[in-house]
Structures are given as C-alpha cells and as structure tokens.
C-alpha cells in the first residue's frame, strides 16, 4: 500500500456571542495559502459586520502555524489586518516563536485594541474572558 502524504493547513474559525460580547477565535494550521484567507475573510467579516455596538475579542492560536505558502497569502494577511486594526477590543496571539512574540507587540502600537502575546492558550482565554 502507497504511503499518502497529508499537507494540512487551513484556519479554523470560530465565533460566538455572549452578550453584548463577540468572541471571534483564529487557528492558523500549516502553511498558509491564498485559498485559506479567501475562506476565513468572508466569515470574520460577516461577523464584524452583525457586531456593531458590541465588544468583539479576538483570539489568534499560531500554535500550529507554519508560514505562508505564496506572497499572495502574506498580503491577504496583511490586507485584512490593516483593514480591521481597530475593529476588536481585545486581541490575544498564541504562539510558540520570539518573531510572533515581537510582531504581536508591534501590531499593539498601530490599534486601540488591548493586545498581548501568549505561549499558553488557557492564559490567553483567561485573559480574554477577565472582566466579561
């Protein structure tokens, strides 16, 4: 039997209200595609769009994140970042890497947002849900 070679990658997106509270999770897995982001875009926005007058956090897990596969996946990237800087109250990144670590801290100094970076989910939720 032929040895199949799985390439997994992809974001998975989950989104609940509590509230007057959104709670929008990113999982980023594998390498990153231009497909990928063309899938988790629409509903990220859609989201956004029926939150209005809410407090929406965010939570972004890097914890399997690979890279990107195409220049063209880093500008999606890129593109939806910018274009949604100040649209969460909350941001928590989870990740494994000290570049992560330093571009989480930066990305703090462009948004309104209470931004933090975190190598453990459960504090990252913690932290998140405080006050809530």
Do not use: C, Q
Not at 19 to 42: A, N, Q, S
Not at 88 to 105: N, P
């Amino acid at each position: 039997m032929a040895k199949v070679t799985v390439k997994e990658h992809g974001m998975g997106v989950s989104i609940r209200r509590e509230g007057k509270r959104v709670f929008i999770e990113i999982d980023m897995i594998g390498k990153l595609t231009h497909e990928d982001y063309m899938v988790m875009i629409p509903m990220v926005e859609k989201a956004l769009k029926e939150a209005k007058g809410l407090e929406v956090d965010l939570l972004v897990d890097m914890s399997a994140f690979k890279g990107w596969d195409e220049l063209k996946a880093i500008i999606d990237d890129a593109k939806f970042g910018f274009k949604h800087i100040n649209d969460f109250d909350k941001l928590a990144v989870v990740g494994k890497k000290k570049w992560e670590e330093i571009a989480t801290k930066t990305w703090s100094l462009f948004t309104k947002a209470k931004v933090k970076f975190f190598k453990d989910r459960a504090k990252a939720l913690a932290w998140l849900l405080k006050d809530a």
